[in-house]
Nanobody
Framework: QVQLVESGGGLVQAGGSLRLSCTAS????????MGWYRQAPGRQRELVAD???????RYAESVKGRFTISRDSGKNTVYLEMDSLKPGDTAVYYC??????????????WGQGIQVTVSS
């Protein structure tokens, strides 16, 4: 079975940094898309950032200039470097991977989520 496992979360002070990592196992093909979503209490799950194909990236407006998504070439591993963290970034962060970025039939996988808490 396919598993996505996140690591790197925790508690940090506002203005600090964290680096999240996610590695997919149980799949031999490169995932076409990998990304990060987050869900804060009382909020809908939202896209934070994703990376597609040769490196096309997309970011939520609220994190542009502060977060950077990257992945190892040819590997199902994705990272999220989070700098200048704000209390509003507090959420459970979920790793996401998909077998296609433009097919409705794409398989979609999710990690179990990891807590990021930013104190003021």
């Amino acid at each position: 079975q396919v598993q996505l496992v996140e690591s790197g979360g925790g508690l940090v002070q506002a203005g600090g940094s964290l680096r999240l990592s996610c590695t997919a196992s149980g799949i031999i093909f490169r995932l076409a898309l990998m990304g990060w979503y987050r869900q804060a209490p009382g909020r809908q799950r939202e896209l934070v950032a994703d990376i597609i194909g040769e490196g096309k990236t997309r970011y939520a407006e609220s994190v542009k200039g502060r977060f950077t998504i990257s992945r190892d070439s040819g590997k199902n591993t994705v990272y999220l470097e989070m700098d200048s963290l704000k209390p509003g970034d507090t959420a459970v962060y979920y790793c996401n991977g998909a077998t296609s970025a433009d097919s409705l039939a794409a398989r979609n996988y999710w990690g179990q989520g990891i807590q990021v808490t930013v104190s003021s």
